[in-house]
Each structure stands twice: as structure tokens, then as C-alpha cells.
């Protein structure tokens, strides 16, 4: 951005912390729990409320997660996430989230957390509780919302952890000493109070969520900004597996931001027709994969665009089975649609399996950095198997507590006042909504399920252009206030994600997994 002789602005400075979480979904909660019981005095910041992001997802029950029955279980299922992940995943990585599973789910039943079971060991051998991309039946337990809710409130407050809600990270502060590079705290956006603040702090986990907030349709909450991992890229972190993102058939009509019932797929009537075989499989797991045949369902529904793919359901009407007549009840009570109604579907943007490299710890490298949950990446490869992102947030939301708080006590305080570097530029509101809007546009019509090199070379170009658009509009603003600057902050790390995931989704030539490129050719398609 340039430099404008603007009043050089001095954030309110907050009290300092051992350990600042950013996010309060599963990953920092578990971190900031775990951090506190270390011994270290904890603040958490979120852009949203206080249980926010995806893990708290509202319209929903809670989250599904999996871990191995026993020993032998856990060998097989690192193999099977290494093979589903297409040979890109961190077998290190994969290998601790596995053997931490069973654990977490101990810990989170020692603080209150009732999960809940299938109903008896007959449902549990049912195929519904075979997770999407699994090949067996593994241990299930559902991490219903309002009680994991309960169990972190009662833990925030016997460890008095601090929270700062609606307070957005911005930017990450590093000590000036040349000869001990770390981080030593950061820079935070109050949207009540409109002002910046500032936080000293030995060590920083960021858990912010992943990549939907840079997509129109997105099946993620919107306080998921998606701008910590520009943030952490401008502080020496590295990303992996970013090109890969969970897409996911969602309604369109009549209701928006609803995710489709890929098991209702085998009862589905649309013009054309798929095979009966191709719906039988599709029916079988949830976001869109290159892998497998039924791949071209979902580029039937890309090719419907926006309106999304018109749809009607063709039910039994004899043997009903147990699905169909529970899942017609909560379309008709809960969501007011009847079951004769024409549905239209599109794509839309979900979990990230990709993000901030990690290790076994949650170290990204940078020193007194720390990241967890859906903001990172290695432990998931190009798919993932259903229940592991709820169970990624867990594992290694623990660890990054536990290895930042052990940072922070062998750290000292930063000294004086934190140089927060260069927050004088700001973007109106309106040029920021719009530049957003272009943003979004670009990465929905090039980064979705279609990718082809015409197509990301243009969205870079774009978003290069959008970069340099945003840099005349910061030195035209006439009035610079604390808010318009946020703006600007939120818009340069929105787009650095933006680039880095075009240039991955670009260098990789292959279709692999949930990455689909459209012009490569070795790709096999059958007819939808
Ligand atoms: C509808 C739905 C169903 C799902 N079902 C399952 C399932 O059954 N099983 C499963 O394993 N996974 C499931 N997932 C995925 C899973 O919910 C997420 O991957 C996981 O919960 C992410 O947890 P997290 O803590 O890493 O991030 P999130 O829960 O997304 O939390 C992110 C937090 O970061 C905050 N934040 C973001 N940016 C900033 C910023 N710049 N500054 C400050 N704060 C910031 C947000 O406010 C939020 O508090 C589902 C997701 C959705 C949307």
C-alpha cells in the first residue's frame, strides 16, 4: 500500500497475555483450555461470538467425529487417510492425529462434554456410520453443540480465560530485536468498541477457520474471514495442500445455505438422467472428489451455475426405508420444504483441507507462532475422511495449547510499547464491499470444482489487478478512521490467500482428489 501523510495512529493497548488464541471454534477452545491449564494466562479473540466459526455452525445438531475402535483400527485408518488423501498428506501428521484421538475424546468427556453414540451396536453397524471416503465402520461419537458449549463455558470459567469477542486479528506483532526474530503479540480490530487494539503476547495460536469466506457461496459461518493465513504468510509461514477444498451440493432453492443430503442422492430426478449406478454412489459421501465416477454429477450441477440444478425426489412408497422417512420429516418440519418441491442445487465452498504447515506441536516455524484446527494442513491430503476435521481441531487445538504455553514460559515479556508497523492506509466501506464482491467473484467463477490454467491465470491476473485497484482507493481515502484501516488490513491478507491458493490450484496440472482440472486430459469422464 502507499504511504499517505496521514495522523499516525497509536492503538489502545490491552492488557497482555502468556497466550492469545485466535478463534473460538473447536481448535481454539481446545487451545486456549489446554494452554490455561499449563499454567499460562490465556486471552482468546474471535471474530465472532464467543463459539463461533464452522464448529458452531447454527441450523445444525453438532458435528460428527471419528477415531480408531482399538490398536489395529489405528493403523488402518492412517493408511486409509494417507491413501484417500491421494499421497499428500503428512504421514507424521496423520500418524498423531490418529493416536490422539481416543485421548481428546476422553478429555472432552472429563470437562463435561456428552457425546453422543449410535443408538444400540445394530444402527452402529448400519452403512450411514461408515464415514464419507472410509472403507469400515470406525468408532463414532457425536459432538453435540449446546453440551460441548456448556463444557468449554464451565472450563473458560474455572480457568478464567479471557475472551475478546467481535475482536478481529489483523495483523501479527514481532519483536524488533534482529537477533531473536518472534512474535511477541497483535493487532486486533474491536468491531463494538471501532478501534484498534493492540495486545502484548508471548506466544500466538491461530485457529481462525478455513478458506470459505473468499467464495460467494459458502457453507461455512461468515466470521469465517479467511484472512488469518494471509496474515501468517506475511510472518514466514508456509502453506500446504491449500489447493484442496471440500465442495459440497448445497440448496440454492427454495431455501439457501443448506447442505444436501448426498445420501438422498439415490432418490434424486433430474434432467438428464444420471446412471442408477452413478446416484448410488454418489449417494455415499458428501464433497465433491475427482476420484471417482459420480464426479460427473457434480459437474452437471457446476455447468447448472448460480440458479442451481433443478431436482425432484422420487421416494419408495413401500418398504419406506428409516432415512427417507426421517429425512422427509426434517424437510417438512424443519425446513418448510415439501417433499413433491422442486429443489435446485449448486456448489458451494466448505472446509478447507489445506492450510498452515504445522508440526506435531502446532508449531508453524515462526517463533512463538502456533496454528490449529482448519486454518492448517498435512494431516488431511487432497480428500478427507468424514469426522476428522471436528477430530483435527481437537488434537491439535490441545497441542498448540500445551506447546504455546510451554513457549511462553521461556520467553520474556516484550518491552515497551509493540510496534504495530504500518496501519495508516484505510478503504471506505463501500470499496471495500465491492472489492470483496470482486474477490469472491473471481475465486467462485475460476477456484470451484472447473479449473483449468485459462481460467486461474485469469483469476490471478485479476486479483493482482484488485490489489493495485485497492492500492489507489487507500490513497484517495479521504478520512482515515480505525475502521478503515481494518478494512484494508482484512482485504490484503483476504487476497494474499486468494493468490497463493490460484497459484497452487495452477501448479498442480492433475486432477487429484478434490482438485479437478478440467483441461487435464488423462482424467477419464463418464457421461452424467
Ligand atoms: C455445516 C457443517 C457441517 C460440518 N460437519 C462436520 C462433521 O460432521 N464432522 C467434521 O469433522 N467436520 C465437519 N465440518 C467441518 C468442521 O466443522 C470444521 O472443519 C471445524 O469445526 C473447524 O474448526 P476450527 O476451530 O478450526 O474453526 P472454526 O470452527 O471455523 O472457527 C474459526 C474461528 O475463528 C474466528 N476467526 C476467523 N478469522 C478471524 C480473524 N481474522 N480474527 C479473529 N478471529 C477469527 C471465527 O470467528 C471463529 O471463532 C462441518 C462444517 C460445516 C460448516
Known sequence: MTTASRPTPSPAMADSADVLVIGSGIAGCAAAIEAARAG??????CAGGLFSGSSFFPGTWGLGLIGPKDDEDADDLAQTILKVGCGVADTDLVHTLVEDIRPSMAWLVKLGAVLSRPANEASAQQAAFIPCFDHKHRLWR??????????FAAAFERLGIRVLARCELLNLIESDEAESRRITGALLFDHEGKRLVAIPARAVVIAAGGTGGLFERSLTSRDVLSSAHGIALAHGCTLINIEFMQMMPGLVAPRRNIVFNEKSFRYARMDPQPARELLELRSTYGPFTSRLASRAIDLAIDRAGAAGMPLRYDFPTHDVPEFVRTFCDWLECEQGIARDEELRIALYAHASNGGIRIDAHGSTGTAGLFAAGEVTGGMHGADRIGGLSSANGLVFGRRAGQAAAAWAKSVPAAQGSPAVGCVTEGLSSADARALTCRMRQTMSAHAM???????????????AEMRSDMNRLCGQEPEWTEAAAARAMRLQSQLALAEAMLGAMRARTES????????????DLPAA
Open 40 to 45: 499460562a494466562q490465556v486471552t482468546l479473540a
Open 449 to 463: 470444482i472447473s479449473r483449468t490454467e485459462t481460467g486461474l491465470s485469469r483469476a490471478l491476473a485479476d486479483i
Open 142 to 151: 457425536g459432538l453435540t453443540r449446546d453440551s460441548t458449549q456448556r463444557a
Open 512 to 523: 487429484l482428489g478434490s482438485h479437478y482440472r478440467a483441461d487435464d486430459t488423462a482424467t
